[in-house]
């Protein structure tokens, strides 16, 4: 029943922009937190960005930091992330996952429980 999806990714230059969006059902983002990730080839996953639900703080892993942006649309139920002054070291699938997280910031957990299916990133020339 719940369930995320992702979309947005493709091929973008490097210096270039794309946004992602993660369509969120089953849950409301007033109680889950969403978390961005991304996995590249021979690389451990990463947690890229994170948006709380309680009150919409964010945290920005440092490699995306002053680049990256999540945002979310609570009436559609919509978590977005804003990709500028991409780099080559950006490819990678991105996931948005959610956690059950009323309260709590989302940097907090390590464990998200719900995923979506990735959506791929390339930053090439």
């Known amino acids: 029943q719940v369930q995320l999806v992702e979309s947005g990714g493709g091929l973008v230059q490097p210096g270039g922009s794309l946004r992602l969006s993660c369509a969120a059902s089953?849950?409301?983002?007033?109680?889950?937190?969403i978390g961005w990730f991304r996995q590249a080839p021979g690389k451990e996953r990463e947690r890229v960005s994170c948006i709380s639900a309680s009150d919409g703080s964010t945290y920005y892993a440092d490699s995306v930091k002053g680049r990256f942006t999540i945002s979310r649309d609570k009436a559609k139920n919509m978590v977005y992330l804003q990709m500028n002054s991409l780099k080559p070291e950006d490819t990678a699938i991105y996931y948005c996952?959610?956690?059950?997280?009323?309260?709590?910031?989302?940097?907090?957990?390590?464990?998200?429980?719900?995923w979506g299916q990735g959506t791929q990133v390339t930053v090439s020339s």
């Open positions: 089953g849950f409301t983002l007033d109680y889950y937190s």
């Open positions: 996952a959610s956690v059950n997280a009323p309260v709590r910031k989302c940097y907090v957990f390590f464990e998200y429980d719900y």
